[in-house]
């Protein structure tokens, strides 16, 4: 069977990807993660996310995969702020190859005033299939709450596509919810680890 990863032009891109995510995001230092754990190692996705070029490859790449394990998806998005590039990067893209996904976010804290709502996008109808966003996993929170948000808006959750998987336990608790796929993980950036 064969997979994306064996098309040329995709691996390619991936390698690509990497590389920049290598050289502008991964950094072996301790840091403290947002769920408050400990750890020798960082990276911050912004760095390429926000890129030209990073976003170029991320929203094709994350096409790509959409088209693979959830062609029926007419939205992405995620917990901002850190989908917000992910989600805008797709969306253009799928708008340009003929298959148009719509942008959303899920914010932090319910709007402050007006609807009150979590979930902003152009108004995708009830039961909109949907992938949700991510940039790193670790404890797989921030895409549990994405879900549980995305899904209280009324919106159907297919599964969720992340950038890089830590290798500490989001995975797992993600799945728990919904399938999860991701481009890289922790032995990208440390392979003895």
């Given at each position: 069977m064969h997979?994306?990863?064996?098309?040329?032009?995709?691996?390619?891109?991936?390698?690509?990807?990497?590389?920049?995510?290598?050289?502008?995001?991964?950094?072996?230092?301790?840091v403290v993660l947002s769920s408050g754990l400990k750890s020798n190692f960082y990276i911050d996705c912004k760095q390429v996310s926000l890129d030209a070029e990073g976003a170029a490859l991320i929203g094709e790449l994350f096409h790509l995969v959409i088209d693979e394990v959830a062609p029926r998806a007419v939205g992405v998005g995620g917990l901002t702020m850190g989908a917000d590039p992910l989600a805008t990067a797709t969306s253009v893209l799928s708008f340009q190859l003929g298959n148009?996904?719509?942008?959303?976010?899920?914010?932090?804290?319910?709007?402050?005033?007006?609807?009150?709502?979590?979930?902003?996008?152009?108004?995708?109808?009830?039961?909109?299939?949907?992938?949700?966003?991510?940039?790193?996993?670790t404890t797989g929170a921030s895409t549990l709450r994405a879900i549980e948000r995305s899904r209280a808006a009324g919106l159907e959750v297919l599964c969720a596509l992340a950038l890089v998987d830590r290798l500490e336990g989001?995975?797992?608790?993600?799945?728990?919810?919904?399938?999860?796929?991701?481009?890289?993980?922790?032995?990208?950036?440390?392979?003895?680890?």
């Open positions: 997979t994306l990863l064996d098309r040329p032009a995709f691996a390619t891109k991936r390698g690509r990807l990497l590389e920049l995510l290598r050289t502008r995001s991964f950094q072996e230092r301790e148009p996904r719509a942008a959303f976010l899920v914010r932090k804290e319910p709007k402050g005033h007006g609807t009150n709502q979590w979930v902003e996008s152009t108004k995708l109808p009830a039961g909109a299939p949907v992938v949700i966003l991510e940039d790193v996993i989001g995975r797992e608790a993600v799945e728990a919810e919904t399938p999860l796929t991701s481009l890289f993980t922790r032995r990208d950036f440390l392979p003895d680890q």
